[in-house]
């Protein structure tokens, strides 16, 4: 008796979907933030100088040619150029099927806005400015923060995520 022929699942394609654009809608958002923070900071605050907040946080006007925690300082292009592939990859994943867990796209979309914003600072300025300081860490943004706080919550999505069951198991 022949058996019938086997048919592959048709493969899922990333798209847009009409209920991502919160995604989207969430990375803008960061990206808004971040930019409008940093603009309030260069106009209020001196470069080099800072305001107590509340301890142990202060705001302060400090700039970073490099990337998180002061490293590859000067590194500009290759920090574009990364950040670049980093967003493309990013988008890539943001609308893979395999990613639909609205956990692990919250993660993507606040990664994405924290690139991005960076990025604009980085393209325009050759530096990021950075503003929040706490003692004994270096100086973040919100950008810096919607990227950790996006690849825990990434993290934390992936690690929650139920692993498919394997044929034998």
């Known amino acids: 008796m022949e058996s019938a022929p086997t048919r592959e699942a048709p493969r899922q394609r990333a798209a847009v979907r009409p209920q991502d654009g919160w995604f989207l809608v969430l990375a803008f958002a960061v990206i808004g933030a971040d930019q409008a923070v940093k603009w309030l900071i260069r106009q209020t605050i001196e470069r080099g100088d800072s305001l107590a907040v509340v301890w142990p946080l202060k705001l302060v006007h400090v700039t970073n040619s490099g990337a998180a925690f002061g490293m590859f300082q000067g590194a500009g292009p290759l920090l574009v150029m990364t950040s670049i592939l980093g967003m493309i990859a990013i988008v890539v994943f943001l609308f893979n099927p395999s990613f639909a867990h609205p956990l692990m796209r ?32 270096p100086a973040f943004n919100v950008a810096d923060s919607a990227i950790t706080i996006g690849v825990l919550v990434l993290v934390w999505a992936m690690l929650r995520e139920p692993q498919p069951s394997q044929p034998g198991d």
């Open 106 to 137: 919250l993660g993507l979309a606040l990664m994405l806005g924290g690139a991005v914003g960076n990025l604009i600072d980085r393209v325009k300025d050759g530096e990021v400015v950075d503003f929040v300081k706490v003692p004994n860490f």
